[in-house]
């Protein structure tokens, strides 16, 4: 059972809704999702997370092994290499902009501008957003464990029997 509570990002600010259409305003561009996050979760928040070139994701983490593949790429594990990360596991993935359509874009964008306003314990959180010209980076918590579909698979087989 949910709670009717409206849903509430980082220190408990409302997410940005259009009240009027009683739906989330939506991003057209990436630029937009950076500013429309910063307007819910501050400028500070999205700052820290959100790199433009020169710098680039080699900077900051070691890519190593592929994880998983899907419909949009593969997601690769990562290491941290700063100081504040060094060592720390992550998944990266990287998303090709030329390749998308511009709906695409727009979806890629929403689904970024939502992910840096969200922090909550049971969805995965997008810990840094690098932005190159043809392509954009996901840093993301790293979940062991295996495949959430296989796990939900395995469960309805298990309450079947």
């Known amino acids: 059972q949910f709670s009717k509570r409206?849903?509430?990002g980082p220190g408990s600010m409302p997410l940005n809704f259009d009240a009027q259409?009683?739906?989330?305003?939506?991003?057209?561009?990436l630029?937009?999702?950076?500013?429309?996050a910063e307007a819910v979760i501050g400028r500070a928040g999205v700052a820290g997370r959100w790199h433009h070139l020169p710098r680039r994701l080699e900077d900051d983490f070691k890519l190593g092994t592929v994880l998983g593949s899907g419909m949009n790429g593969s997601v690769f594990a990562a290491t941290g290499r700063t100081c504040h990360y060094n060592g720390q596991a992550f998944a990266v993935k990287t998303l090709q902009l030329k390749e998308n359509s511009a709906e695409e874009r727009k979806q890629l964008a929403n689904e970024v501008q939502l992910c840096l306003e969200i922090d909550h314990p049971q969805i995965i959180r997008i810990m840094h957003v690098y932005e190159a010209e043809d392509a954009v980076s996901l840093v993301m918590e790293c979940m062991t464990g295996g495949e959430l579909f296989d796990r939900a698979v395995e469960q309805k087989n298990l309450q079947g029997a």
Do not use: G, L, M, N
């Open 21 to 29: 259409a009683h739906r989330r305003i939506t991003a057209p561009d």
């Open 31 to 36: 630029k937009s999702a950076v500013a429309q």
């Open 6 to 8: 409206p849903v509430k």
